[in-house]
């Protein structure tokens, strides 16, 4: 019976696992996107233009993505080779 609790919570372990890195890709996809973009802008309800440059976000993001991805390798490298 413990034995099989054990099996299923690591299978659980490694889908989550793989969804987090698969999250991680598309976030970060989506965030090398946003850095191509020189300034946006938006309208706001009185009618004045407010403008903003969005790579300093993007490039904290690209950060914290790659280390998510670099964490999350990690973790699951070690629980997979260690037997």
Do not use: C, W
């Amino acid at each position: 019976m413990m034995h099989r609790i054990y099996l299923i919570e690591k299978q659980i372990i490694y889908t989550f696992t793989v969804f987090l890195i698969l999250l991680n890709l598309v976030s970060l996809y989506f965030i090398v996107d946003l850095l191509s973009y020189d300034e946006i802008i938006g309208y706001l309800t009185n009618g004045e233009i407010k403008s903003g440059n969005p790579r300093n976000l993007a490039y904290l993001l690209f950060v914290s993505g790659m280390s998510n991805l670099l964490f999350i390798s990690v973790s699951l490298m070690d629980r997979l080779l260690s037997k």
